[in-house]
């Protein structure tokens, strides 16, 4: 199994996840936060492409991850996967696209992967995110999350690589321009983690099997990588350069488990 990123942070979302075995290779991408354009533009740059999609995936109904999903599933005839909530905030319901609709901890098969949604405090109508596994490797995801909850810890335990939100330095946020509405909804228990409360989390995991570690969706205006992979690297006792960034242009090459 193998995954890379498209772009993270607050202009746009997009994870790549593929599994192989034998002769089939399943690949689908965890949330669709661009245009359609700019989709097929960074699928090409990874070697892959929007035909080439068995499913897309979408963790909440915000615009950075929502972005042309129903388009490009309507155009491609691509199974579009979301909470009810989520399908009911964005329209997908009543759309013209083949929705297949999760619930928490209710686990699916696609193609060669299993997929896992759990439910997070996050300021959506019903977000879920997603631990990906081909029968060997496991890869956790979790972004746009407020606060931990021992059942994240749970899925997230024993995980072989893990993408993990650090969104901001509280330091930062607070003394950053944003109004005071936005700093509390920010920093707030149904927000985004900064990167105390996501080393925290980090620290509260089974991490015997952990191979790789993203920091993804870091704020532009209130964090810097160092500092996300700062924190990162003291729980696991490892050099800053071992935190992998997603980043928003660029988001991150392939890493295999």
Not at 86 to 91: E, F, I, P
Not at 145 to 173: K, Q, W, Y
Not at 178 to 200: D, F, T, V
Request: proline share 3%; glycine share 10%; aromatic share 4%.
């Amino acid at each position: 199994m193998r995954f890379a990123s498209l772009g993270s942070g607050s202009e746009g979302n997009a994870l790549l996840v593929e599994a192989q075995s034998g002769a089939t290779t399943t690949r689908v991408l965890l949330d669709c936060g661009f245009s359609g354009r700019e989709v097929e533009r960074r699928l090409a740059r990874l070697g892959a492409s929007v035909e080439g999609l068995d499913a897309i995936l979408i963790t909440h109904e915000h615009s950075d991850h929502i972005g042309s999903a129903l388009t490009l599933a309507r155009k491609w005839s691509i199974p579009l996967y979301m909470s009810w909530g989520t399908a009911r905030a964005v329209g997908a319901d009543e759309a013209d696209v083949d929705l297949q609709v999760l619930w928490g901890d209710e686990a699916v098969a696609i193609g060669d992967l299993s997929i896992l949604p759990y439910t997070v405090p996050h300021d959506a109508r019903e977000p879920l995110q997603y631990v990906f596994s081909n029968g060997a490797s496991r890869l956790g995801v979790l972004t746009d999350v407020g606060t931990s909850t021992p059942h994240i810890s749970t899925v997230l335990s024993g995980c072989d690589a893990l993408v993990l939100e650090c969104n901001h330095d509280a330091r930062m946020l607070a003394g950053s321009r944003y109004p005071q509405s936005l700093k509390a909804r920010i920093g707030g228990n149904h927000g985004h983690l900064n990167n105390e409360a996501a080393a925290e989390i980090l620290a509260s995991l089974d991490r015997s099997r952990l191979q790789h570690l993203v920091a993804a969706h870091l704020s532009q205006q209130n964090n810097l990588p160092e500092l996300a992979q700062a924190a990162m690297a003291g729980v696991l006792g490892a050099a800053s350069t071992e935190v992998v960034i997603a980043s928003q242009d660029e988001g991150f090459a392939w890493l295999s488990v």
